[in-house]
């Protein structure tokens, strides 16, 4: 089944050569499996269709070796032979899904440490500012509008200002309020953040 990085991959928004070659650490594989697995994403982009012999006119390595990077690819998950059928004939074909799946779940990772870094940032400026640490209930808060309303550090710094500037009394709740009252982060906007989110690496 498509999923969202792999419909971007299709419309031509998704930079994979420089995904590949940020985060090879990350995906766990060599310079040349790295080189492989973007000579076939060239190609599928291209004409839906992964030739070895096409791969290999590009390439210095021996036959054998792209070969047996192409198996070490399979195994890791990062694509999977089947075979397609035209008028009753049989064609072996591959398919980059595991790709895809693997270089989401990067993403998302990455999306979800920035979201626990912000966090982290956020609780300790508000325990320096209450001048105490915050009790379970506001935590649960804060977490709340950082991860599911999606404000940030300085949106909190700017609501304590209007409180003080207003000589209000500043709480967990009347900060909550105020971020409320001075911009309400609709559902479709969050929706777009995360859109944002998997096209970071944009042409």
Request: a negative charge; one cysteine or more; proline letters at 0%.
């Given at each position: 089944?498509?999923?969202?990085?792999?419909?971007?991959?299709?419309?031509?928004?998704?930079?994979?050569?420089?995904?590949?070659?940020?985060?090879?650490?990350?995906?766990?594989?060599?310079?040349?499996?790295?080189?492989?697995?973007?000579?076939?994403?060239?190609?599928?982009?291209?004409?839906?269709?992964?030739?070895?012999?096409?791969?290999?006119?590009?390439?210095?390595?021996?036959?054998?070796?792209?070969?047996?990077?192409?198996?070490?690819?399979?195994?890791?998950?990062?694509?999977?032979?089947?075979?397609?059928?035209?008028?009753?004939?049989?064609?072996?074909?591959?398919?980059?899904?595991?790709?895809?799946?693997?270089?989401?779940?990067?993403?998302?990772?990455?999306?979800?440490?920035?979201?626990?870094?912000?966090?982290?940032?956020?609780?300790?400026?508000?325990?320096?500012?209450?001048?105490?640490?915050?009790?379970?209930?506001?935590?649960e808060i804060i977490t709340s509008l950082v991860k599911e309303d999606y404000y940030a550090l300085d949106d909190?710094?700017?609501?304590?200002?209007?409180?003080?500037?207003?000589?209000?009394?500043?709480?967990?709740?009347?900060?909550?309020?105020?971020?409320?009252?001075k911009e309400k982060k609709t559902k479709v906007q969050s929706n777009n953040d995360l859109m944002k989110d998997f096209i970071k690496?944009?042409?």
């Amino acid at each position: 089944m498509d999923n969202m990085l792999k419909k971007i991959f299709e419309s031509g928004y998704f930079n994979y050569q420089d995904f590949i070659l940020e985060n090879i650490k990350k995906l766990s594989i060599s310079p040349i499996e790295a080189f492989i697995l973007i000579k076939m994403l060239d190609a599928f982009k291209n004409d839906k269709r992964i030739l070895i012999d096409n791969i290999a006119k590009d390439f210095v390595e021996k036959r054998k070796n792209i070969e047996d990077s192409m198996s070490n690819l399979i195994e890791k998950g990062f694509c999977s032979i089947y075979i397609s059928y035209d008028n009753g004939l049989g064609e072996e074909s591959i398919s980059l899904d595991g790709f895809f799946e693997i270089a989401e779940r990067i993403i998302n990772n990455v999306n979800a440490s920035d979201k626990n870094d912000e966090l982290a940032s956020v609780i300790e400026y508000l325990n320096n500012e209450l001048n105490r640490v915050l009790s379970s209930q506001e935590l649960e808060i804060i977490t709340s509008l950082v991860k599911e309303d999606y404000y940030a550090l300085d949106d909190f710094k700017k609501a304590i200002e209007v409180k003080l500037k207003d000589k209000s009394v500043i709480s967990i709740k009347s900060i909550a309020k105020a971020l409320a009252t001075k911009e309400k982060k609709t559902k479709v906007q969050s929706n777009n953040d995360l859109m944002k989110d998997f096209i970071k690496n944009v042409k």
